[in-house]
């Protein structure tokens, strides 16, 4: 079990490297992920473990793969969707966990006639991994319309039963790449829209401007940027216009 000092030296690694904020009632749930780190890499205490991220670049992925909570699941919020066209050519999905968000926005656009080049990133190698695989269990995709399901899955049999996986055609469309909102800076092209959906609920105030204010540059005039419906831009400095709940854009003056 962590001490209070041991938590709070990992929950200011963890805000310094990725913005989360660990509350006290995330001690619990770091106490289980450490413990796999620990059983991992053959280390027996907590207080050689955090020497080792001190020195380890490689170790500090891993850990931070440990802490990132992704849960997500195709068609998410899909009334989102809506604000996309064929005149929109480049997509950001700026927190993508393990993929379903963007191929999500690939087989819409699909569907509707046009395909985009579509930019996944997230800070976790390991989910981005699985959305390069592109096969998930065939829950994940229980929202997914019949046709499209049937026209951009492959379904699984034998060891991979209840496994879906994505069609080629799909997965062109989406590149992955690890990216640091905290730290990284935003990509050189400009984009027609961003997303970046239920991340920002782990982040303080001063974070949460950072970041905004750091896909603004990233975003083409006039394009839309939108968050997670459980979300809001209230009370926060930045210079994106409000269209209504969750969908902000890029207007200049």
Not at 29 to 41: E, G, I, Y
Not at 62 to 71: P, Q
Not at 125 to 142: D, H, M, N, Q, R
Not at 153 to 182: A, P
């Amino acid at each position: 079990m962590l001490t209070r000092k041991q938590f709070h030296k990992f929950k200011e690694l963890v805000y310094k490297e990725c913005g989360i904020n660990l509350h006290e009632g995330k001690r619990q749930l770091l106490n289980a992920r450490l413990a796999k780190r620990l059983r991992s890499t053959g280390v027996n205490s907590v207080d050689q473990y955090q020497r080792i991220l001190e020195k380890d670049d490689n170790e500090l992925i891993n850990f931070i793969n440990a802490v990132s909570t992704n849960h997500t699941y195709f068609f998410r919020e899909n009334h989102h969707f809506k604000y996309l066209n064929k005149d929109q050519h480049n997509i950001w999905c700026a927190a993508s966990s393990s993929g379903e968000e963007p191929y999500s926005i690939a087989m819409y656009c699909q569907e509707k006639g046009f395909r985009p080049d579509i930019l996944a990133t997230d800070i976790s190698t390991k989910v981005l991994s699985k959305g390069e695989a592109g096969v998930y269990p065939i829950e994940k995709a229980e929202k997914v319309p019949v046709t499209i399901l049937k026209r951009c899955f492959k379904k699984g049999h034998g060891k991979w039963d209840g496994y879906i996986k994505l069609k080629e055609s799909v997965k062109k469309m989406v590149t992955f790449r690890r990216f640091n909102l905290l730290t990284d800076p935003p990509p050189s092209q400009e984009f027609d829209v961003i997303f970046c959906r239920n991340v920002m609920i782990y982040f303080d105030t001063a974070v949460k401007e950072r970041v905004i204010n750091k896909l603004y540059t990233a975003l083409k005039a006039n394009g839309y940027f939108i968050i997670g419906g459980a979300e809001s831009l209230t009370n926060l400095n930045h210079k994106f216009k409000y269209i209504r709940p969750s969908i902000y854009m890029k207007v200049l003056s």
